[in-house]
């Protein structure tokens, strides 16, 4: 993470405490729950009332090839979020915070967001998690923070001169490990 996102981060997180209340975030009904395409979809629903919510909604759900339990939810033509189920019922929600975060003060924005709407939820007791890879043609860094069922994921990688932000937020059971919303 370069110095001025870095900087931004610090500076927005210093004021989550001021402006928390007046934040612009889409929280959903339940911890047990996560916001997708404007509707609240709840861990252990049936597909059908999965797949029903996001009618006329403008999203799109695609079968995840060689995965029968895994779906992605796009729109615009561009992969926001995906579900898996087990045993016949919604076991894991991930959705991608932002997919074109172009500056560092976007994504300490969207960092902040991703935070307060986790505090909202009543998310406290909370493990924090830091990654970091290198290699001659790139460089990846990012933050874990694990809060119960829910899940932040934070990373910037920097690869032929350029950065790429990404935020992922998972909700559910252990089968996060196999699921990606990309």
């Given at each position: 993470?370069?110095?001025?996102?870095?900087?931004?981060?610090?500076v927005f997180l210093g004021g989550i405490g001021a402006t928390s209340a007046n934040a612009q975030v889409a929280v959903a009904a339940s911890s047990n729950s996560m916001n997708v395409c404007g509707e609240d979809i709840e861990i252990g629903a049936l597909p059908k009332v999965v797949f029903g919510k996001f009618e006329g909604t403008g999203c799109i759900v695609n079968k995840v090839a060689d995965d029968p339990d895994l779906f992605a939810i796009g729109k615009g033509g561009a992969t926001i979020a995906s579900v898996r189920f087990s045993h016949g019922l919604l076991a894991t929600i991930t959705r991608e915070w932002a997919t074109d975060i172009k500056s560092p003060e976007e994504f300490a924005t969207a960092v902040v967001n991703a935070l307060q709407e986790v505090q909202a939820q009543g998310s406290s007791q909370c493990v924090l998690s830091t990654l970091n890879q290198a290699n001659?043609?790139?460089?990846?860094r990012g933050s874990v923070i694990k809060c119960g069922r829910r899940m932040?994921?934070?990373s910037v990688i920097a690869e032929s001169g350029r950065?790429?932000?990404?935020?992922?937020?998972?909700?559910?059971?252990k089968t996060w490990q196999k699921t990606s919303a990309k």
């Amino acid at each position: 993470m370069t110095r001025v996102a870095l900087a931004s981060l610090i500076v927005f997180l210093g004021g989550i405490g001021a402006t928390s209340a007046n934040a612009q975030v889409a929280v959903a009904a339940s911890s047990n729950s996560m916001n997708v395409c404007g509707e609240d979809i709840e861990i252990g629903a049936l597909p059908k009332v999965v797949f029903g919510k996001f009618e006329g909604t403008g999203c799109i759900v695609n079968k995840v090839a060689d995965d029968p339990d895994l779906f992605a939810i796009g729109k615009g033509g561009a992969t926001i979020a995906s579900v898996r189920f087990s045993h016949g019922l919604l076991a894991t929600i991930t959705r991608e915070w932002a997919t074109d975060i172009k500056s560092p003060e976007e994504f300490a924005t969207a960092v902040v967001n991703a935070l307060q709407e986790v505090q909202a939820q009543g998310s406290s007791q909370c493990v924090l998690s830091t990654l970091n890879q290198a290699n001659p043609s790139f460089e990846a860094r990012g933050s874990v923070i694990k809060c119960g069922r829910r899940m932040l994921v934070f990373s910037v990688i920097a690869e032929s001169g350029r950065e790429k932000f990404h935020i992922e937020e998972t909700l559910g059971d252990k089968t996060w490990q196999k699921t990606s919303a990309k």
